[in-house]
């Protein structure tokens, strides 16, 4: 059906920068909205960033300014849905999530996740 591959986790010090990425194949015809979560260490799942179908993007409070979600769809079978990171802090040290919701199929799908880690 879908396939989400993310790729983009990494080390980075305080103040650096990660691009993560996720190319999204399949029967992707009918999405609504592409997101980017994360879980930290004993915490829960959160929603980071999120692009709809028309563009539109929105922003956990925690982010804003730092973060920027975009979407390449020029393709009908493949989409790839980029979080550019910058100013990272020690706090958004998590497994990162790519997630997509189809209204097509009335559900939504997951990644694998990809371990960020900000450290000194």
């Not at 194949?25 to 915490?43: L, N, T, V």
């Not at 929105?58 to 393709?75: H, L, Q």
Request: one cysteine or more; aromatic letters at 10%.
């Amino acid at each position: 059906q879908v396939q989400l591959v993310e790729s983009g986790g990494g080390l980075v010090q305080p103040g650096g920068s990660l691009r993560l990425s996720c190319v999204v194949s399949g029967d992707i015809s009918g999405i609504y909205a592409m997101a980017w979560h994360r879980r930290a260490p004993g915490k829960q799942r959160e929603l980071v960033a999120r692009i709809f179908r028309a563009g539109t993007t929105t922003y956990a409070d925690f982010v804003k300014g730092r973060f920027t979600i975009s979407r390449d769809n020029a393709k009908n079978t493949v989409n790839t849905v980029t979080l550019q990171m910058n100013s990272l802090k020690s706090e958004d040290t998590a497994v990162y999530y790519c997630n997509v919701f189809l209204w097509s199929l009335g559900r939504d799908f997951w990644g694998q996740g990809t371990q960020v880690t900000v450290s000194s």
